[in-house]
């Protein structure tokens, strides 16, 4: 009985762990950071007032990062972009980017930076970033000129800086990720309520057999 017991109780972990990976493949890592030359010529901060006057946009990007609201409705406020948002995936939360002591430009007045992305893997395709122009009062989708997926790191050039995020194409597992909003029961939670029903009802036996 019990190796019945103990078959049970093992089968049930079993089920919590595959639950629990299967919820860290649908949740994107919202980290972004500078690397290379970029980390002493700019800074990464929270998007808030103090950087962006707009409330309507200040609004969108803060539902988009909590996950209240998706990627894609960013193009109910920038709809030329709707159709290249459709199949794309947030990789980092959306952030904002200024220089610091004129950060690092080309000749033509324009930024270079390298970012740092943990969440960049080999199953995502079609790298861009996601910018939103305070001087321009625009959104535009920027081509990077390099993504190096051996040390997770997307360089681009801005032509000026406000708030950015980079996105992708996520294909096969997790191809969810960063697209839908974080309210709801996900797969994986359900996974951890079935196999908190099977612990319950594991632990009741073994008490019911104690007490006999």
Same mark, same amino acid.
């Given at each position: 009985m019990k190796k019945k017991v103990f078959g049970t109780l093992l089968a049930a972990a079993l089920i919590v762990t595959q639950a629990i990976s299967v919820f860290a493949v649908g949740s994107r890592n919202g980290e972004m950071a500078l690397a290379g030359?970029? #980390?002493s010529s700019y800074q990464l901060s929270e998007v808030? /007032? *103090?950087?962006? *006057?707009?409330?309507? +946009?200040?609004?969108? %990007?803060? /539902? +988009?990062n909590s996950g209240a609201a998706t990627?894609?409705?960013? @193009?109910?406020? #920038?709809?030329?972009? *709707?159709?290249?948002? #459709?199949?794309?995936?947030?990789? !980092?939360? %959306?952030? /904002?980017? !200024?220089? %610091?002591? @004129? =950060? +690092?430009?080309?000749?033509?007045?324009k930024y270079q930076v390298e970012l740092s992305v943990p969440s960049l893997s080999s199953n995502v395709t079609d790298v861009a970033l996601l910018h939103y *122009?305070? @001087?321009?009062?625009?959104? /535009?989708?920027?081509?990077?000129s390099n993504v190096d997926y051996t040390n997770k790191v997307v360089s681009a050039t801005f032509e000026d800086l406000s708030p950015v995020a980079v996105i992708g194409k996520v294909s =096969? !597992? @997790?191809?969810? +990720? =960063?697209?839908s909003p974080k309210t709801g029961?996900?797969?994986?939670?359900?996974?951890?309520? =079935?196999? #908190?029903v099977v612990l319950g009802a594991t632990g009741t036996v073994v008490y019911k057999k104690t007490r006999q």
């Open positions: 030359g970029a #980390a808030s /007032e *103090s950087n962006l *006057s707009d409330p309507t +946009v200040l609004t969108k %990007i803060r /539902e +988009v990627l894609q409705s960013i @193009g109910d406020l #920038a709809p030329a972009l *709707s159709a290249q948002l #459709a199949d794309k995936s947030l990789l !980092t939360d %959306i952030y /904002e980017l !200024t220089p %610091i002591n @004129g =950060g +690092v430009q080309t000749a033509d007045g *122009s305070t @001087g321009r009062s625009t959104w /535009e989708i920027i081509t990077p =096969g !597992t @997790g191809a969810s +990720v =960063g697209t029961m996900t797969f994986g939670w359900m996974g951890l309520l =079935g196999a #908190a």
